[in-house]
């Protein structure tokens, strides 16, 4: 699963990258951003139809029946979906590149569509004979592979599934929900998610993506400690039971949330999307897909043996000590890619 394990990797990265390949450079982060805050806006609303049908007989039926609306928006909105103007121009097809790109720039010119799309096809004119194997031997995709399976793979290495388990317990110790009450607290994480969502959506395009990474991976890390800390009883004249301490573990959850939801949660796919060269996208946005997948697998099938060796504050030590190697591989290859065209940042890697 993607994300916090309530996303489809692959409708994510299909979503992502039709998305991208349609939208202008000014706006193209805050595009998918809202993609992104779409996402938790109908994980919130799934909760909310929960909570409120959850001690209804027969509930189960409102909950699949609220889908189909929803459904039937997302079909009729893909019949108006233009084709991406990218793909149609690696395939040499110019005048329907044209006629597509100007449903994404109505104001431009035909002489600025007509120069749009020529830049898209001579920078892609070796794309329709890649192949699968080209993201591994060619020199130049090496560190866009590297950035796009990095940020896979810490998105879920840092533990965003494992935190959320501990959710209900640190809720409840703190007064908010008894154990049987966890959809409740379901939606308040999904609230509080989708209003920090909202936050890198307004920012994404301003701030640029390496600032919202950094800032937003450095709040998980801190987040961790403290987690860890009140957990082991390592924080001086407080302890996990006393009420400094459950309000700690109540800060710290909800800092790790905010702090997933700039950074990680929309900031991965969006990076993925872009950095990839078109010519290889589709295959490296596959690998992605796997890498997600497979992080995932990896947490869920180490996590009862760490939980059980390392108790609840070494696990958040250990998720802290990844964090902290996520953010200086970050700083290392990410590039920014704010405000340029997807072609300017093929150039990158040239």
């Given at each position: 699963m993607c994300g916090d394990c309530s996303e489809t990797p692959t409708h994510t990265c299909l979503l992502s990258s039709v998305t991208m390949q349609c939208s202008p450079p000014a706006v193209r982060g805050v595009l998918i951003s809202m993609k992104e805050a779409f996402i938790v806006g109908?994980?919130?609303?799934?909760?909310?139809?929960?909570?409120?049908?959850?001690?209804?007989?027969?509930?189960?039926?409102?909950?699949?029946?609220?889908?189909?609306p929803l459904a039937l928006m997302l079909v009729a909105g893909m019949l108006y979906l233009p084709e991406s103007p990218r793909w149609l121009a690696l395939k040499n097809r110019k005048s329907e590149a044209?006629?597509?790109?100007?449903?994404?720039?109505?104001?431009?010119?035909?002489?600025?569509?007509?120069?749009?799309?020529?830049?898209?096809?001579?920078?892609?004119?070796?794309?329709?004979?890649?192949?699968?194997?080209?993201?591994?031997?060619?020199?130049?995709?090496?560190?866009?592979?590297?950035?796009?399976?990095?940020?896979?793979f810490f998105q879920q290495i840092t533990g965003q599934p494992s935190v959320l388990y501990y959710a209900a317990r640190i809720f409840q110790d703190a007064g908010f929900a008894s154990a049987d009450s966890a959809t409740g607290i379901s939606v308040v994480l999904g609230v509080f998610k989708l209003v920090m969502t909202g936050v890198a959506v307004a920012t994404v395009d301003?701030?640029?993506?390496?600032?919202?990474?950094?800032?937003g991976v450095s709040g998980i890390v801190a987040s961790l400690l403290i987690l860890g800390g009140v957990q082991g009883d390592l924080v001086p004249f407080v302890t996990a039971s006393s009420d400094i301490g459950?309000?700690?573990?109540?800060?710290?959850?909800l800092l790790y949330v905010g702090a997933y939801q700039v950074s990680f949660g929309p900031i991965s796919w969006l990076l993925c999307g872009e950095v990839f060269p078109l010519s290889v996208r589709g295959s490296a946005l596959a690998l992605a897909t796997i890498t997600n997948f497979a992080s995932n697998f990896l947490v869920s099938l180490c996590l009862p043996s760490l939980q059980e060796t390392l108790g609840p504050s070494g696990l958040?030590?250990?998720?802290?000590?990844?964090?902290?190697?996520?953010?200086?591989?970050?700083?290392?290859i990410v590039p920014e890619t704010k405000g340029k065209s997807l072609e300017e940042i093929e150039r990158l890697w040239d």
């Open positions: 109908g994980i919130l609303l799934g909760y909310l139809i929960s909570y409120l049908s959850i001690s209804t007989v027969g509930g189960w039926r409102l909950i699949y029946g609220a889908a189909v044209v006629a597509s790109l100007s449903r994404t720039l109505p104001g431009a010119t035909p002489g600025v569509l007509a120069a749009e799309v020529a830049g898209m096809m001579s920078t892609e004119t070796a794309g329709s004979s890649s192949s699968f194997w080209m993201v591994f031997t060619e020199p130049r995709y090496r560190r866009p592979l590297a950035v796009g399976l990095s940020l896979m301003s701030w640029g993506r390496r600032p919202l990474l950094l800032v459950i309000w700690m573990n109540v800060g710290a959850l958040y030590f250990a998720f802290a000590g990844v964090g902290v190697f996520a953010l200086i591989t970050i700083q290392a």
